[in-house]
């Protein structure tokens, strides 16, 4: 009998950093000489995070078109897809930002259904700082409805454990300010600091991640119609971008000041960013710059440091927007960096649209 794969998911908003954390996680898990795959998860097609971590070496299938709870038989299939070569030992798991009930739709049926395939694995969930202080801090410029913090909310509530990521951009006053609230709030559930992006406190995540579920049964109470007009709040919308020029330019220059256009004006339309992140890429290069919510700044989280004639943009962006909008703003962002860099950009295939109301395969009526 095969020993069965260990299935992990880490949770978390929109720009909580999921996908830097996976890859960091899975490559803690590779050194130890474990069979790593992933599987990303987006409401639509042509998700950066899914070529950035294959441009990382990573094994990767993807279930696009909904979250994991209304892509249930997907998300087995793909697991029975990246097997096909080489069975995994670990399966890493990436749902959709704006997704929670996790546990009652997707971890619960999966034990139900295959637990002599699957060993399940505690629901990790990231807590970005900047949406994480508005909300359980209280603080002013909120920025999101109440119903869609609903959804952040619902995503801790449900977390086997809690990971404050980033906390290299905190103060040590900011991160145990978190911290304190998170106990408060959900006194039951363990949280900790972490930075994916340096490794600081990263044993503490894969302490977390090696252990067992919290509670077998965590299926929390869950208002379906507010999450549904909560995820609804958010524009959707991922991109193409393709770039030429006579001269060679800088892969990340570009790849950079689209999205500093697009935040500009987004923060001009009084529009709250949950995420907006572009992927800059040629054959074997690639740049990524994002923004993760209002008043941050854009960055440059991969550089390429490459000088190319032509390159393919990915834009994904999650915003308190319309998706019209978000189209307008990607074309005006084209105009400003061809305009300013020299560069001639077109925009391609591009789908906008409001997420629609979630039905689960498994798990609520």
Same mark, same amino acid.
């Given at each position: 009998?095969?020993?069965?794969?260990?299935?992990?998911?880490?949770?978390?908003?929109?720009?909580?950093?999921?996908?830097?954390?996976?890859?960091?996680?899975?490559?803690?898990?590779?050194?130890?000489?474990?069979?790593?795959?992933?599987?990303?998860?987006?409401?639509?097609?042509?998700?950066?995070?899914?070529?950035?971590?294959?441009?990382?070496?990573?094994?990767?299938?993807?279930?696009?078109?909904?979250?994991?709870?209304?892509?249930?038989?997907?998300?087995?299939?793909?697991?029975?897809?990246?097997?096909?070569?080489?069975?995994?030992?670990?399966?890493?798991?990436?749902?959709?930002?704006?997704?929670?009930?996790?546990?009652?739709?997707?971890?619960?049926?999966?034990?139900?259904?295959?637990?002599?395939?699957?060993?399940?694995?505690?629901?990790?969930?990231?807590?970005?700082?900047?949406?994480?202080?508005? =909300?359980?801090? +209280?603080?002013?410029? !909120?920025?999101?409805?109440?119903?869609? *913090?609903?959804?952040? %909310? /619902?995503? @801790?509530?449900?977390?086997?454990?809690?990971?404050?990521?980033?906390?290299?951009?905190?103060?040590?006053?900011?991160?145990?300010?978190?911290?304190?609230?998170?106990?408060?709030?959900?006194?039951?559930?363990?949280?900790?600091?972490?930075?994916?992006?340096?490794?600081?406190?990263?044993?503490?995540?894969?302490?977390?991640?090696?252990?067992?579920?919290?509670?077998?049964?965590?299926?929390?109470?869950?208002?379906?119609?507010?999450?549904?007009?909560?995820?609804?709040?958010?524009?959707?919308?991922?991109?193409?971008?393709?770039?030429?020029?006579?001269?060679?330019?800088?892969?990340?220059?570009?790849?950079?000041? =689209?999205?500093? +256009?697009?935040?500009? !004006?987004?923060?001009?339309?009084?529009? *709250?960013?949950?995420? %907006? /992140?572009? @992927?800059?890429?040629?054959?074997?290069?690639?740049?990524?710059?994002?923004?993760?919510?209002?008043?941050?700044?854009?960055?440059?989280?991969?550089?390429?440091?490459?000088?190319?004639?032509?390159?393919?943009?990915?834009?994904?962006?999650?915003?308190?927007?319309?998706?019209?909008?978000?189209?307008?703003?990607?074309?005006?962002?084209?105009?400003?960096?061809?305009?300013?860099?020299?560069?001639?950009?077109?925009?391609?295939?591009?789908?906008?649209?409001?997420?629609?109301?979630?039905?689960?395969?498994?798990?609520?009526?």
């Amino acid at each position: 009998m095969l020993k069965p794969i260990r299935f992990l998911m880490i949770g978390g908003f929109l720009g909580a950093g999921k996908t830097t954390t996976i890859a960091r996680l899975a490559s803690h898990y590779v050194s130890e000489g474990q069979n790593v795959a992933i599987v990303t998860n987006d409401q639509a097609y042509d998700l950066v995070d899914t070529h950035t971590l294959r441009a990382g070496g990573f094994h990767v299938g993807e279930v696009p078109g909904a979250c994991f709870c209304c892509k249930f038989d997907d998300l087995v299939g793909t697991i029975g897809d990246l097997s096909e070569q080489s069975v995994p030992d670990i399966v890493i798991a990436e749902p959709v930002g704006s997704c929670t009930d996790l546990v009652a739709t997707v971890i619960e049926p999966m034990q139900q259904l295959f637990g002599d395939r699957f060993e399940l694995g505690p629901l990790v969930v990231l807590l970005k700082p900047e949406h994480g202080r508005k =909300i359980l801090c +209280s603080t002013s410029g !909120r920025g999101f409805s109440p119903k869609a *913090e609903y959804i952040f %909310l /619902k995503q @801790l509530e449900e977390a086997d454990a809690i990971a404050v990521n980033k906390i290299d951009k905190l103060t040590p006053e900011r991160q145990q300010e978190l911290l304190d609230r998170l106990a408060d709030r959900f006194p039951d559930t363990s949280a900790f600091g972490v930075s994916a992006r340096d490794g600081d406190g990263f044993e503490k995540l894969i302490d977390a991640s090696s252990g067992s579920r919290k509670n077998q049964s965590n299926a929390m109470p869950m208002d379906y119609g507010t999450y549904a007009e909560g995820e609804a709040e958010l524009g959707w919308l991922n991109g193409q971008i393709a770039a030429t020029a006579d001269e060679k330019f800088s892969l990340d220059d570009v790849t950079l000041a =689209i999205v500093s +256009s697009m935040e500009k !004006r987004l923060t001009t339309e009084n529009c *709250e960013v949950a995420h %907006l /992140k572009v @992927l800059g890429q040629t054959l074997n290069d690639a740049a990524v710059a994002n923004v993760v919510g209002g008043g941050s700044q854009p960055e440059l989280s991969l550089a390429s440091e490459i000088k190319t004639l032509n390159a393919e943009l990915l834009v994904n962006a999650r915003v308190a927007a319309d998706p019209e909008l978000l189209e307008s703003i990607v074309h005006a962002a084209a105009a400003d960096v061809q305009e300013s860099l020299g560069v001639s950009l077109k925009v391609g295939n591009i789908q906008r649209f409001r997420p629609a109301p979630p039905q689960p395969t498994h798990g609520r009526e």
